[in-house]
């Protein structure tokens, strides 16, 4: 758990935060910085895409270190990387490169900058071949690279007024919502399309279904004729999507920040009848620690912080929705999060719980954190100390932990409960957790799908058997 990732300013006005991480959101394509993803039985992340000559290029070594244990060497305008005893030499500004005595071509010319091989997209397929010993599949539209044959596979079928799809695996996509549309996009799941792009069935109420891949992103957008709701099912393999319950409470893009101090903002009026986006109060707010620029701790060669934590995040929001418990991540991809954006989304979203997840390689099991709060002056006017935000709320977040705790127990898993002086959970205005998962006996179970299913189990049941005593009635 680094700290890096948890420091900020004791004091800080609410009325001047402008946090737009959004929870429920329109429909749309995939936008941002252009990203390069890649899918493996090991490892699924992304990678960022620059342009140099009008081709698309990305850092090799970033690809590399992945899959093994690298070595790179540069010399003037020559670079070399070693993996698995293979190494191939490059010239900057060369296409011909060399693979022990042999030569071959890339498509583009190969880049040197500050030390970093740069190589095109494209030119994958020829490259992670020589290195993995395996086959390499490029989707160069939406750039999505497929090492080996990781892919999941779906279907999809009317049930009633209901659409089910199932999954090969289990997935967990960030879902967005708009009048007659349902949209679900998959950032880190090996999505491939069922051979057509777009379905039509024999409903009036959901008509049609569009697979796209955009970005690094796959999606399936849902067409309906009322607004649409999903419900996880089978362990993350299937997904029904229906017409949202009757009733459902208006969505705002963003959840309303709780003002504290600061005056009551005037009543909203009501949204159209026309334009309705069902929407669920939530439950738990998920983090999973660290992401883009932030590694979190290198757990191994092949294996950082923020990628496990992201992968424990989703089966815990996976899990809770398979009880019934509405849940969010404060992050679905590899994005840069201060923590200062994390507490402001968190108390945004008015939910009951927050749950940070980190990973360490030191000990054994799960720890489970609570706030330690400081000593803090008194708030004045409309400024507040978020040092101490906490300060109403530990006995909840006591209840929590406790909770997690003794289901982790339970399934025969080391447990502690422990209290520091942690950010963001100082600064927030909900019952908040910290939950750190530490190794059964070796590295490798950090990203074992066992061991991380077991954790998001427990945090889980341990939430909803705690429900009740996590706020005030």
Known sequence: MHSRSMHWSRYRLRLCVCICLVISAPVSGSSGPKQLTIFSDAASFSLPVREQGGREYVDLMEILRRFGRTDTRSDHDRWRVTLNNLTVEFKNGKTRFKVGKSDADLSAPFY????????????????????????????????????????????????????VLNFSSAVNPSISTEPGK??????????????????????????????????????????????????????????NISPAPQGAAQAAS????????APAAPPQAPAPASSPIPFVPVFAVIDPAHGGDDQGEQ???????????LAIATRIRQELQARGMTAVLLRSSDITLAADQRASAANRSQATVYIAVHAVSLGSGVRVY????????????????????????????????????????????????????????????????????????????????????????????????????????
């Open 182 to 239: 349902l949209r679900m996009s998959f950032s880190r799941e090996p999505l491939v399309a069922p051979g057509t792009e777009r379905l039509s069935f024999d409903s009036k109420v959901i008509p049609s279904a569009v697979y796209s891949e955009e970005n690094g992103t796959a999606a399936i957008t849902v067409n309906g004729s009322a607004p649409l709701f999903a419900r996880f099912s089978n362990d993350g393999r299937t997904i």
């Open 299 to 309: 757990l191994s060669p092949q294996l950082a912080e923020k990628d496990v934590t």
């Open 370 to 473: 609570t706030s330690l709060l400081p000593a803090s002056g008194d708030s004045r006017g409309p400024f507040l100390d978020w040092q101490t935000a906490q300060s109403g709320y530990r006995t909840f977040s006591q209840a929590a932990a406790e909770s997690v705790a003794a289901e982790v127990s339970r399934r025969q898993m080391k447990s502690r409960t422990l209290v520091a002086p942690l950010q963001p959970l100082n600064n927030l205005e909900m019952a908040s957790v910290a939950v750190e998962l530490a190794p059964r006996s070796t590295i490798a179970d950090l990203n074992s799908p066992n061991y991380q299913q077991t954790l998001a189990e427990s945090v889980a049941a341990g939430l909803a058997a705690a429900h009740d005593r996590l706020r005030k009635p």
């Open 112 to 163: 040197l900058e500050n030390g970093m091989g740069y190589v095109t997209v494209d030119s994958l397929t020829t490259l992670l071949p020589l290195f993995l010993q395996t086959q390499v599949t490029l989707h160069q539209n939406s750039r999505r690279l497929f090492v080996g044959n990781p892919a999941v596979h779906f279907t999809a079928q009317t049930s009633g007024t209901a659409l």
């Open 254 to 261: 963003t959840p309303t920040v709780n003002q504290g101090n």
